[in-house]
């Protein structure tokens, strides 16, 4: 640290991102990527021609993309908003909606982009206990006194739930905003898009990096009323109006319109994440019933983070967390269904080795 950095940032610890290795040698399950490539359509449209444009600025609204986005979730384009990735997106809803009076309230387990998000920002942090088997219960967040900010399916559990619950958080918290973050729905939970209607205080913060395949192009995207959009909009242009490329806002929308293809690729790592959950579980796993591109499970024999780096030495990363809660797990990425494969090999080898 220089003797520069301003006092109120000498104790931030900022978010610690999941390994990005420079060489390819390892099966990388470790950041929720996707094991499959952008659509063919977004192949397309990142060629020469467009390159060429990189000389002017992009569309600080992003509109060909809010377009798109507005025809496949049947939204007006008032309640859409697109920014460079979704931890962006949570970034402008904590600066607009928390402050010394609101503080952010939270599951204790959950993303750790939260925590870093409220201490950069001075706002205080209410963290809620899981339940047993790290159950979200709804009625925790009921009067929650603050910004309500749930992943749902929540990171790195897993878990998710339904519609009813938000809608009802979303009624006890009138006075407040509840930021729902998608950034895995696509894999097995049902979007709170549709619940804006009847929701005048939710804000959904979706990702085109894990369902989309597009993890390297750094989009996200937001829906709300049309009063909060214009919220967020107004920081957003206050800090960063060209956050997304021209090259993204174009992959971007090639990609949701590519409506197939994201079927597709959903699909099979929706198969693979059966096949990964009944593979560790005959091999004496704990493994949580998971609704997104992951697994949250635990070797038993050995800690999370023990697992971790035996796996590492045989070329598998997968990621672990070292809170006391979350000890005894990892969080392993589905990939394709022969990464899995070789992945549970290696996981039943491990372990092995290690209840001896
Ligand atoms: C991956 C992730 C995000 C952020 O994704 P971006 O790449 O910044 O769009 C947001 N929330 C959760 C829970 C995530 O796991």
Redesign the pocket.
């Known amino acids: 640290m220089s003797r520069f950095l301003s006092e109120k940032f000498a104790s931030l610890a900022p978010y610690v991102p999941g390994e990005q290795p420079r060489d390819m040698k390892y099966l990388k399950l470790n950041?929720?990527e996707s094991p499959f490539p952008p659509s063919k359509k977004v192949i397309e449209v990142i060629n020469a021609d467009n390159a060429a444009y990189l000389r002017l600025y992009p569309d600080p609204t992003g509109h060909d993309l809010v377009e798109a986005l507005s025809e496949v979730y049947k939204l007006p384009a008032e309640n859409i908003y697109v920014t460079?990735?979704?931890?962006?997106?949570?970034y402008y809803a904590f600066l607009a909606y928390c402050d010394e009076k609101t503080p952010v309230v939270f599951p204790e387990v959950?993303?750790g982009?939260y925590p870093v998000l409220a201490d950069l920002l001075g706002i205080k942090a209410k963290r809620i206990p899981l339940r047993e088997g790290f159950r979200l219960e709804p009625e925790d967040y009921y009067d929650a006194g603050g910004t309500v900010v749930i992943?749902n399916p929540?990171?790195p559990t897993g878990r998710a739930i339904g519609l009813d619950a938000i809608r009802e958080i979303c009624r006890r918290n009138e006075n407040n905003v509840v930021v729902i973050?998608e950034?895995?729905v696509d894999f097995g939970a049902e979007s709170a898009v549709r619940l804006l209607p009847e929701c005048p205080n939710l804000l959904v913060?979706q990702?085109?990096?894990?369902s989309r395949c597009l993890?390297g192009a750094?989009?996200?995207f937001s829906a709300a009323a049309p009063d909060m959009i214009e919220d967020l909009v107004k920081l957003k242009f206050s800090i960063n109006p060209y956050d997304l490329t021209r090259l993204s806002i174009d992959a971007g929308a090639a990609a949701v319109r590519d409506v197939e293809y994201f079927d597709e690729c959903r699909g099979k790592i929706i198969s693979a994440r059966k096949y990964t959950t009944e593979a560790l579980r005959a091999t004496g796993f704990e493994v949580i019933d998971s609704m997104t591109n992951f697994l949250f499970a635990s070797p038993v024999v050995m800690s999370g983070e023990e697992f971790y780096l035996e796996m590492k030495k045989r070329g598998v990363l997968v990621r672990y967390f070292g809170t006391e809660k979350t000890k005894n797990y990892v969080r392993i990425t589905i990939g394709a269904r022969e990464d899995m494969e070789r992945f549970c090999a290696v996981a039943s080898q491990v372990v092995k080795e290690a209840g001896k």
């Open positions: 950041t929720n460079g990735g979704s931890d962006e997106a949570l959950s993303y982009f992943a929540n990171a973050d950034a895995y913060v990702t085109f990096s894990k993890a750094r989009i996200g």
